[in-house]
Every structure is written in C-alpha cells, then in structure tokens.
C-alpha cells in the first residue's frame, strides 16, 4: 500500500505563493488518483483537489479555483499543489489523500483510503 508525505507548507502573506508536494512510496503511483484535502480546528476536512491517474483530468472546490493548481509527475511519484494569491481563509492544515479504487475523481473524503500526515499552511492578512 503506498505511503505519503507532504511537505512544503508555511508561514506566507495574504497574497504570497505557496507550493506544497506529496511524496508517495511503496505501491504503483499510476494506479492512485490523487487528491488535496484542508482542515481547520472543528471543521470537518474539506476538498481541495483532485487529479486523475494521468493528470489530464483535474477537479477544484470553487474556493480556490484560478488560484490552485495541482499537477503530479508518476515518474517522480509526486503530486503538488500550486497555490497562488493565497488567503487568510486558507489557512489550514493540507492533506494528500490517494486511492486506487475509484472510477473517477472524487471529492468525498470517505472515498480516500491512504492519507499523508498534513501540512501546515498559514496566511497572513
């Protein structure tokens, strides 16, 4: 089964660039569709987004469309999440999730099987 680790989150200001990185080991990264999830203290974990096993097909929340942008690269075994223009409100933990059982892409957290550890992101106004 394949394990992730995030990394690249930060302290930024409102407005500032951020991009985070999910490494993945020990099963077939092509297999996986591979998504981004945030969480907040007392909120439940929200979809952030999602790219599928080639990356030609790629899914945003509203919140961060035209600012997010995810991409992975199945020969390095990475999937990244660009985030431009960020914001207070994004001010989260940041979550790799994958799964090699769906059909699609999917925005449910109850959908992904494999999680990495998070990532802080905080942005300053």
């Known amino acids: 089964q394949v394990q992730l680790r995030e990394s690249g989150g930060g302290l930024v200001q409102a407005g500032g660039s951020l991009r985070l990185s999910c490494a993945a080991s020990g099963g077939t990264f092509s297999w996986y569709i591979m998504a981004w999830f945030r969480q907040t203290p007392g909120k439940e974990r929200e979809f952030v987004s999602t790219?599928?096993?080639?990356?030609?097909?790629?899914a945003y929340a509203d919140s961060v469309k035209g600012r997010f942008t995810i991409s992975r690269d199945n020969a390095k075994n990475t999937v990244s999440l660009q985030m431009n223009s960020l914001k207070p409100e994004d001010t989260a933990v940041y979550y790799c999730a994958a799964d090699k059982s769906l059909g699609a892409l999917s925005r449910f957290v109850n959908q992904y099987n494999y999680w990495g550890q998070g990532t802080q992101v905080t942005v300053s106004s």
């Open positions: 790219i599928s096993w080639s990356g030609g097909s790629t």
